[in-house]
Each structure stands twice: as structure tokens, then as C-alpha cells.
């Protein structure tokens, strides 16, 4: 129920007539005035739909219908004056003179107003009663022939109408109180009317009653009996607002949390259907057409109907709704049983790769056998492949060739550093924050369940107290299970068996053994200098030169000066750092375009150093001069790198001194060869009581360096015996093998690398145990060109090779 009050001033949501509450005060002089006031007897007749205008009020009216309009305009330019007479029913759109009331109010024009909707807003005062007699004029508005009316006065020295005002004056306010829509300024209002017609009237126009109601009270002629039925309509009021208080405060105490909330929802629920419908049953349907779609087996489809039905009967203010739904979003994208068509034209395929990639022939080979199995089984359990080898020799980059020439999605994860197994598996979703593993949301982005998936450093999982990553990565990788692999946010198996995952990694040794064994290792070994010189000039140059905004024509480089560039500018396998610096001459050159500056088009040789910088030689063989002194090859995460054995001789009771930042299984190695000597002292000609009269002191310089593994064995042998027979080690000579106490040189891992590292120092002569000569078969002849192997199987062999007949000093005597 509305109050006494209309908190509105000026309505202006209808085209029609309708007023609002306006607070006016008037002297008792102006009542007189008034009241004595004259006015034609025929005036333009202005109906009004919602309510009654009474004598003294000022209220604001909004004018809408066209005759409307018309007679306030004639009036507004005329004498300002009206006759405001309300209608029997408001519904009718262009009343007649028997659809009005008899009795009206004269009212005078005080200001117009033009709305930006099209309409006017008049605001008028109510001056006088009259009796409408008869419609003189209909079009194009009504004037009718008026009678005024007699105002009562109040009567003098009556104490019942004295009550009856303060009454009226006393429930008035106590309304305005206790109703929290009625504006407190209104209180000042009430008190501040003095006249008792002017009150009886006022409260008239603004008390809470119908049109009818209202009418009445300005057909009444009677001052005390208008004021007795204002007072009565007051105390029904009054009474009204005091039980709907009551009833208020105690359903306030009575309502709990729970029925508050369900109050509120009912409330926004309807709300909601007013504006179109429940969004959460949008979201329901919108879930089931989406659901329709997709291609995934019965057990989903059941699974997921469930799980629907959970989120229809869930509080959408809920928390666990929000968890609900995104968990069904998640089943909704993700791409079951959808498969992007392969492309298995094998030439176009090994086009793409020749393209993207110089060299790595093995990876090439491997890659286009599987394309062709496929092409002929149709079918088949994508394998799990592993590139293994140095930084920067593009083992990431092939994954996106491969995915190219099969025309698949790509998808990169990059593993380094993971410590928590959810990372692989998924949350629970059992609380707020929870996501399915990375896995599973790559799959959801590539947006089909046959991607070429990338596992980028997987030897860099680490494990910690959440658990083992690297143990929740041997169901993903398994060809015999990852059919079925359970996410623990999803909640179901999926199939991942035709995911083609190609792993990455520097260093086998940091794979547990169970995940290794999963996959099928391609060593993808580092680069020579012929390989890098054709690789900077197809694919690094052209892509800097492109991302330096400078033309073709712009730059260019010898061969010479990207031979010295990667010999003595970078240290590696990959070609990573050759990029950098091949920027940095890029760079160089946008300066000087942008700068002004006169410039050769070829960068030489020696412009390197203007540029660059002075670079670093690489590492050369040093010399045979001193005996004890022999090079070695080592593997590296950089690549293959040549290192030289020292050893020195003191007198001494036979202790073994090893310094240069040795692993265990290094200085295992040169425990070995020492002992393998002092058994053996005839195979190089010394007396056996020599070694305990000497301290040996072997060092591997760069100390800052950490080394380690078994592959410095031979090497540490022969600079011993070269050492206590000090019988010259053969010139230009490197070697590398694992050595056992019985003398059988062992096969070693790196080759590739290190016999690159070897041409790289101008070495001529590798030893390397016979059983690696398989690994030397695999390269390139022209990468061999300048070499010559000897394979051995025993350390004897080794000795006769490696030592010369040529002193340095005399042997080592036991004296």
C-alpha cells in the first residue's frame, strides 16, 4: 500500500495527465483572496485521469494526450486559466462532458515546462470549486459553462472541529514517522499550514485513497463533515501502517538466514522471468544443446547428464555452483573422439622438414617412418619420441615441422621446473580452485585429441613434498595405458592414445629409468661448423633481417666471417648463441641505415672485431713438448670440448693428488689407470718399486669447470705412462674410452660431438674403443674429412698408439 505521500515529484513514464506531490504554503490572506477570487464562466476544461486537484494545492501535472496539450498552450497564452475536473473512468482516452464529475477546481497556470520526451509539464494551483453546467465546446479541446461554488468557512469557537484539526494534525505526522517512503520535509509542511480549509485540502490531495475516494471529499461542501472523513480515512491509515509494522518486526525476528536467502532468491527469481527467463536454466539448456553435439562415448554422456542434473538442483549463490559449472564447461570443450585428418603426402612432408631443419638426418629418417606406417595401417598408437641432445640444436622447433607436415594442431608444454604431480593429473574438484592438469588443458586449447604434443624439457621435472611428477608423466607416455588416462579433475579416462608426444631433453642421466624406458630415444646431436655456416645463412640471417626491418639487399656475410663468427664468437653445439650474435651484426647494420652512415654491404672478417669485439680463439691443440701432458675428448650439455690431462711427478711414498673439480667417477677413473700400471710396469718398461717412490699429482685444468664420468680413462692412463717414461705423447693425437683393471677400453657416449670439438682444435688422430665405431659410421664423410681413427679393445693397444719413441727426459728411475 502506498503512504499518505507520494514520494515523486513530476511523473514522466506516461503519456497521460498525471500529477505528484508538491509542498506549498499559503498565507490567510491569499485563502481569502481565493476564496473571493472571480473567473469567466466559461473556461477550457482540462481532465485529469489519476487524480483531484483541490483548492489552494499546488501540484505538477504532465500533459500528454493532444486536446491536452492544446488547451494548456491556449491557456499558457491566454488568462492561465483552467478548469481541472477528474474523470469518472481513467481509461477512457478523449473523455466527453458525462464522463466527467460534476464538481472541479478552478486552477490558474503558474509555469511550463518542455520535457525531452515530447510531452509538457504544467505546474498549476488550485483556486476555486466549481459545478460544471455544460460542454460548450469539444474540438480542439473542451470549454465548458461553469458555476462557482460557495467555499465554507470554518466554524469560530467550535471546540469538535478545534479536536477534529489537531486530530487530523497529530495522525498526519505520526504517519509520516513510522512510513520509512515518505520524506521527513513533509513533517514541516503539516506543521507550518495554519488555515484549516488549506490543511483539510491538502491532506486530501496527498493521503493515500483512490480517485473516487478523493472526489468525494471535494463534492463535500461541508467543511466539518470533509474534515470527519479525512480524520477517518487517517485512522484507517494509521492503523493499517501501524499492523504492517507490527507484522514487519516480527517476521524480521522470525526469519533466519535460510529464509532470508530464499526470500531474496524467489525476489530475483522473478525478477529474472520478468527480464527474460532464469539465467541458471539458460545455462542448464544452453549445456543440453552443446551436449547433443558432441561425439563422446555413452559412459560420458551418462556421466555428464548426471552431473548437469547436480547443477540444476544446486543454490546458484552457492559456492559449489561455480565449481559445478565450470567442471561442465570443461566436459563440454574439451574434443572428444574429434581428430584433425592427416596429411600423409610423404614428399610434401619431407619437403617441409628439409625446409625448417639443416642436418638431422636420423630425426628426419624416424619422423617419415612413422608417417608412413600410418599412411599404410591407416590406424595406429602414436609413438612417444624423445629428442635428447645439446641446448639450441632445435629440438622444440621440430615438433612445430612435424605438426606441420602432418597437418596437426601444436601444442607446447614446457615442463622445466614442475614439482607438483596436480601440474600432470589435476585437482580434485571437490573445492574452489581446482583445475585439470596441463594435460588436459592443452588438449582443451588445441581443440582435437590428435595435437603433435610437445613435452619441452622433460629431464628438468624436479620432485617435492606435492608428489612426483615425473611418476605421473609414465601413464601419459605409455602407449599401453595413456588410452585410458585419468585426470583427476575430469573424473574419467581419456584417450590419449593418438597424441603424437615428442619429449625434450638436454641430459638422459636426470630421466628416471621407467619413464626412459617409455619412450624411444633420437639423440639429436650438435652441429658442425659446415652445418652451422648453412644454417645461419638459410634460416638465422633472413629471419633477423626480417625482424630488424631492413632489406635483403642490405646485408650480407662471407662464409669466412660466419666461419670466424662460430669459432671465436660462440662456444657451443646448438646454434642459439650463433643467432645472438648474427642479430648483433644485424642491429649494427639498422644503426647504420638509420644513422646516415656509408656502409659495405659484406661484413668481412674484419669487421668482427669493430662490431663484436675481440673474440675468443678457439681451442687449440697445444703441443707434445712435455710429457704427461695428453688431450682428451669430453661431452658436454654445450657439446663435444677437447681437455688435456696434466701430470707431474715429486718424490714421494706413491700418493695420487687429483685437482681440477673432478666428479667420484672421475677420479675412480685415474685410480684405475694408476693401478692398472703398477700391475703392468713391464708394458712400459719401468721397475715396479718406481711408483712407490714417486707422488703422482694429475690436475684437468679450467678448475671452475665441474667434470665428471668415465670417458677420460685411457686418456688419464696414457698421460701416466708418458709420464714415468717420459716418452713423448704422438703429436696432433686426442682419444677418449672408459678403461677397466683388466685393460679393455670401454665404449663412450657423445661421439658425434666430440669428434667435432677434435676437427675444431686441428686434431688429426682419434683413438676410440672398437665398439664405437658404429657411432663413427653415422656421420657425414665430409664431417670426417682431415681425421684418422684407430679403434683398440685393450689398453695396450692404446700405449703402442699414443706413445712415441721419443724422450723428453730419461725415465723415471727408482732411485
Known amino acids: 500500500m502506498n503512504d499518505i505521500f507520494d514520494k515523486s515529484i513530476i511523473s514522466l513514464g506516461s503519456p497521460d495527465d498525471s500529477d505528484a506531490e508538491f509542498i506549498p504554503l499559503i498565507t490567510q490572506e491569499e485563502e481569502d ?60 482516452e478523449d473523455p466527453e462532458g458525462k464522463d466527467l464529475h460534476s464538481i472541479g477546481t478552478v486552477a490558474t497556470i503558474l509555469r511550463m515546462l518542455k520535457m525531452p520526451d515530447g510531452t509538457s509539464t504544467v505546474i498549476i494551483q488550485g483556486k476555486r470549486r466549481f459545478e ?45 514517522k513510522e512510513s520509512p517512503s515518505i520524506p521527513s520535509e513533509a513533517q514541516f509542511a503539516i506543521k507550518n499550514i495554519d488555515s484549516p480549509s488549506f490543511l483539510i485540502n491538502f491532506i ?30 487517517l485512522t484507517i491509515e494509521a492503523q493499517q501502517l501501524e499492523m504492517r509494522n ?25 525478477i529474472q522471468e520478468e527480464l527474460g527467463g532464469n539465467p541458471q536454466e539458460q545455462d542448464v539448456e544452453k549445456m543440453r544443446e552443446r551436449a ?7 559412459k560420458v554422456a551418462e556421466m555428464f547428464d548426471k552431473e548437469l542434473n547436480r547443477l540444476q538442483r544446486s543454490n546458484p549463490q552457492g559456492a559449489e555452483y561455480t565449481v559445478q559449472l565450470n567442471y561442465l564447461d570443461l566436459l563440454l570443450d574439451l574434443p572428444w573422439d574429434e581428430y584433425t585428418v592427416d596429411n600423409l603426402d610423404l614428399k610434401r612432408a619431407e619437403k617441409v622438414l628439409e625446409r625448417d631443419h639443416y642436418g638431422l638426418e636420423k630425426v628426419k629418417k ?70 585439470p592438469g596441463r594435460v588436459i588443458q592443452n588438449l582443451k586449447k588445441a581443440g582435437t585429441s590428435n595435437p603433435v604434443f610437445v613435452l619441452d624439457e622433460i629431464d628438468k621435472i624436479s620432485r617435492s613434498n606435492q608428489g612426483d611428477p615425473s611418476s605421473a608423466m609414465l601413464e601419459v607416455l605409455d602407449p599401453e595405458q595413456n588410452n585410458e588416462f585419468y585426470d583427476n579433475y575430469v573424473e574419467t579416462e581419456y584417450d590419449l592414445s593418438k597424441v603424437l608426444f615428442i619429449a625434450t631433453a638436454n641430459d638422459l642421466s636426470t630421466i628416471q629409468g621407467p619413464l626412459r624406458d617409455r619412450m624411444e630415444l633420437i639423440e639429436v646431436s650438435g652441429y658442425t661448423v659446415e652445418e652451422k655456416i648453412e644454417i645461419a645463412k638459410r634460416h638465422l640471417l633472413p629471419n633477423q633481417i626480417k625482424e630488424h626491418g631492413i632489406k635483403k639487399s642490405d646485408i650480407s656475410i662471407s662464409k669466412s666471417t660466419l666461419e670466424k663468427l662460430i669459432e671465436e664468437y660462440t662456444h657451443e653445439s646448438g646454434v642459439r648463441g650463433l643467432d645472438k650474435v648474427v642479430a648483433k651484426l644485424v642491429r649494427n647494420r639498422a644503426r647504420q641505415i638509420a644513422m646516415e652512415e656509408e656502409f659495405k654491404k659484406t661484413i668481412s672478417a674484419d669487421d668482427l672485431v669493430k662490431i663484436m669485439g675481440p673474440g675468443r680463439p678457439k681451442t687449440k691443440y697445444a703441443n ?36 681440477g673439480n673432478l666428479g667420484d667417477v672421475m677420479k675412480e677413473s685415474a685410480t684405475i689407470a694408476l693401478q692398472f700400471l703398477k700391475a703392468h710396469p713391464d708394458w712400459i718398461g719401468v721397475e715396479a718399486d718406481v711408483f712407490n717412490n714417486y707422488d703422482v699429482h694429475m690436475h684437468v685444468p679450467e678448475g671452475a669447470t665441474p667434470k665428471d664420468g668415465p670417458s677420460a680413462g685411457i686418456t ?81 693397444e692404446v700405449l703402442d698408439i699414443a706413445l712415441t719413441k721419443v724422450k723428453v727426459l730419461d725415465a723415471v728411475s727408482v732411485n
Not at 771 to 794: A, R, W
Open 33 to 92: 483572496d481565493m476564496h473571493n477570487a472571480k473567473f469567466p464562466s466559461d473556461i477550457p476544461i482540462l481532465p485529469l485521469r489519476n487524480n483531484v486537484l483541490f483548492p489552494g494545492v499546488v501540484i505538477p501535472i504532465t500533459v500528454g494526450r493532444d486536446k491536452s496539450i492544446d488547451l494548456i498552450k491556449h491557456a499558457n497564452n491566454s488568462d492561465k486559466v483552467v478548469g481541472v475536473v477528474s474523470q469518472k473512468n481513467p481509461e477512457i
Open 132 to 176: 460544471l453546467e455544460k460542454i460548450t465546446q469539444e474540438k480542439p479541446f473542451l470549454r465548458g459553462e461553469i458555476k462557482l461554488c460557495k467555499e465554507a468557512k470554518a466554524p469560530k469557537n467550535s471546540k469538535e472541529f478545534t479536536a477534529i484539526i489537531q486530530s487530523m494534525k497529530e495522525l498526519s505526522l505520526k504517519i509520516i
Open 204 to 233: 486530501s490531495s496527498n493521503m493515500n485513497a483512490d480517485v473516487a475516494t478523493k472526489q468525494k471529499m471535494l463534492d463535500e461542501m461541508d467543511l466539518k463533515k470533509r474534515a470527519m472523513s479525512v480524520l477517518q480515512h
Open 246 to 270: 507490527e507484522i514487519q518486526t516480527r517476521v524480521k525476528v522470525d526469519l533466519d538466514k535460510q529464509q532470508r536467502e530464499y526470500f531474496l532468491n524467489q525476489q530475483i527469481k522473478t
Open 292 to 298: 547433443a553435439k558432441k561425439k563422446w562415448s555413452k
Open 366 to 435: 624416424r619422423i617419415l617412418e612413422y608417417l608412413a606406417v600410418l599412411k599404410l595401417k591407416k590406424d595406429m598408437k602414436s609413438p612417444i619420441l624423445c629428442f635428447y641432445g645439446p641446448p639450441g640444436v632445435g629440438k622444440t622447433s621440430l615438433g612445430k615441422s612435424v605438426a606441420e607436415a602432418l597437418g596437426r594442431k601444436y601444442v607446447r608444454m614446457s615442463l622445466g621446473g614442475i614439482r607438483d604431480e596436480s601440474e600432470i593429473r589435476g585437482h580434485r574438484k571437490t573445492y574452489i580452485g581446482a583445475m
Open 624 to 659: 707434445n713438448d712435455v710429457a704427461g701432458v695428453v688431450t682428451g675428448l669430453a661431452w658436454t650439455s654445450m657439446g663435444g670440448d677437447i681437455l688435456f690431462i696434466e701430470s707431474s711427478l715429486a718424490k714421494g711414498k706413491g700418493k695420487l693428488t687429483l685437482t
Open 716 to 796: 688419464m692412463l696414457t698421460s701416466l705412462a708418458s709420464l714415468f717414461t717420459q716418452r713423448k705423447v704422438k703429436k696432433n693425437l686426442a682419444m677418449t674410452g672408459e678403461i677397466t683393471l683388466r685393460g679393455d677400453v670401454l665404449p663412450v657416449g657423445g661421439i658425434k660431438e666430440k669428434i667435432l670439438a677434435a676437427k675444431r682444435a686441428d686434431i688429426k688422430e682419434i683413438i676410440l674403443s672398437d665398439k664405437n665405431k658404429q657411432d663413427v659410421e653415422e656421420i657425414k664423410e665430409e664431417y670426417l674429412n682431415g681425421l684418422t681413427f684407430h679403434y683398440v679393445s685393450h689398453m695396450k
